[in-house]
């Protein structure tokens, strides 16, 4: 593959992300009435809500939640009436085929499950990886994603700490990236918009000098630093380098699935590090269940889940992830048809009430990433049905613990567990910037000729 060098400038569309706003923000097939979600059981943390009442939704956006809304000609109604009507689940920890997928569609999937926010931590993503997951957006995904860098990827290049803070905060020089991290501009391009950077003891074991470096670009260039937290003596290194900077400690209940010490210890370790300031970290949905949910990953013993449930009822971790998919080849240690269940079974054994259960996977994970980027976009527009908020929802059958519906940017895009095909091009890509419906970057051709 080769460019020209008039073809390698920023693509169309790019250059709004930094605002967090791109072309094409309306769903070609979104109607011209709104959606209204009637008689549900909202339960929106964020706001305080905890009732009946009816959700309207107008475009992409939310129009607000009130008793008995009028339909107006136009509007499509949804009976909600005894089902949970939830701002739409943030997985800020899903294997979403690390963008090398090609035996299942863990995308998919996770929108069946009512994901309509994943973050792909791939510890093994290139700088490459954010225009891959630009193209897939252009061509059709059914939910908003984003994507993490590989901490060992980030330090592959020529470039010293301040240029790739530069490059992060969407300030670099291209010909300082030609020069020195790849010849590739649509590379250059799309590499900023990613919405952090993690590290894996179990793939690459990196330097002090570094882990201070990752350190040094992610707390000045407004990135989450997640860090693989299954070995607890990994997870005292990270942070005891960090020097007070962020870092987010990943699926901390692996520590207390016994690879690396005494399950106990182990995960009593982990926890003791986590301040709920500098130092957060998330529980992953699969291993609080009874019996160990979708059972193709790690087990966490029954004592160790008891540790769990107090670190939430305590406050001390705020957030559950699924890190999944199991079936994807590149998988997590758990599942996404593991977060409903576990998000109302927390609920069901009195660990949580259920609007602070719904919190660990809408508004939660939305104030920590926009509290590490520094965009409050995250907390004002994601994780909540407040007016103006973004039209992600998810409506749950609490008799089946499933998605009844799921409903990103506005566009219902599953039904009852099976994808919606008019939604396949509903979600946008994230990143620390906001989101952009559309990069153009699917559209370019492979070659340019002059």
Known sequence: MYYQKDSVSQPQGLASMYKGQGPGTEHPNAGHGRLVLRG??????????????????CGQNVEGVSDGAQAMPGDAVVDCRGLLVLPGLIDMHVHLGDLFEITTDPIFCAAQDGVTVGLSPGAGNTLMAPSLLGAEVDRGVPINLGVYLGAAAVLATCMDADELVQMFSGQADPELLARKMTRNGITNATAPFVVGIKDHMGHFIMSDQDIDRVYDITSRAGLVYMSHTQDPAHAERMVALSKGRPIHLAHATAAGCGTHAIPEEGFRRVLDLIDDKQVTGEFVTTMLRPGGGCREGLKL???????????????????????????????????????????????????????????CMTCNPAKLIATRTGNPWWSERMGNLSAGALANVTVVNPATKRATYTIVNGQIVSFESRVVRRGMGAGGWVSRFGMARRTSVGDLAMFSRA
């Open 40 to 57: 549900g059981h909202v339960v929106d943390p964020k706001n305080g809500v905890d009732r009946i009442a009816d959700v309207t939704l």
């Open 301 to 359: 013993p029954e004592r160790c889940q008891e540790m769990a449930f107090q670190a939430l009822a305590d406050g001390k971790v705020k957030i559950l992830v699924s890190d999944g998919q199991n079936q994807a080849t590149m998988k997590g240690f758990g599942d996404t048809r593991d977060d409903i269940p576990a998000i109302l079974e927390l609920s069901e054994r009195g660990v949580l009430s259920l609007s602070d259960s719904v919190a």
